[in-house]
């Protein structure tokens, strides 16, 4: 019976983290911005602050329960038009044939301590990509990884940043993974459609 009490006990807990860590109903809603010939809409599932109407900007403590939260913030800016050399800068990636791809150029990947990586992203009418790369200055304590992308759009590009998606002493906490759903969410409104 005790064992038994324990169990239900355990299994309480692991099922109030895990719903703690959902999105509630309560938190989701869309967010939309226009500037700069960018005109998208995001699903916040995070009741994250924004900025508008001269940039956009997303704040969100996207892991609250971490035993060391940050606020997660995606800066974006939209580039018009976009060309090879955007991609490259902004994102360090680049089109091969039909996919987007980490640019390997050496200036690009750093050094083999900063540990870049290439994440795709793919969202309702587009694909993209964007890179993460780790700090390899300061105190080890506070190093971080960063992630830049940039999604295509006709003759433009949505590119952005977020300058923390974890601490690199605590990877399990890190918010890359909802960082890139929040942006797989993303829908372009074209000026010919109405926005919701």
Not at 74 to 81: D, L
Not at 112 to 117: I, L, P, S, V
Not at 143 to 160: D, M, V
């Amino acid at each position: 019976m005790k064992k038994r009490m324990l169990l239900v006990a355990w299994l309480g807990c692991i099922a109030m983290s895990a719903s703690a860590r959902q999105p509630h109903a309560d938190q989701i809603s869309k967010q939309e911005w226009n500037f700069d010939g960018c005109h998208f809409m995001l699903t916040d599932l995070y009741g994250g602050r924004t900025t508008r109407p001269e940039g956009a900007l997303y704040i969100a403590n996207i892991n609250p329960l971490a035993r060391h939260p940050f606020d997660t913030s995606i800066q974006f800016s939209c580039e018009n038009p976009a060309s090879a050399k955007t991609y490259l800068d902004l994102a360090g990636i680049r089109m091969t044939g039909k996919e987007w791809a980490l640019d390997p150029s050496p200036e690009n990947v750093g050094l083999k301590e900063q540990r870049t990586t290439f994440q795709a992203l793919r969202g309702k009418g587009w694909a993209g990509g964007g890179v993460t790369q780790d700090d390899i200055n300061g105190d080890e304590q506070r190093r971080t990884r960063i992630y830049a992308f940039c999604i295509p759009h006709n003759q433009l590009a949505l590119c952005g940043v977020v300058r923390h998606v974890g601490y690199l002493m605590w990877p399990k906490e890190t918010t890359l993974p909802q960082v890139i759903k929040l942006l797989e969410s993303i829908e372009f409104i074209d000026s010919s459609e109405p926005s919701n």
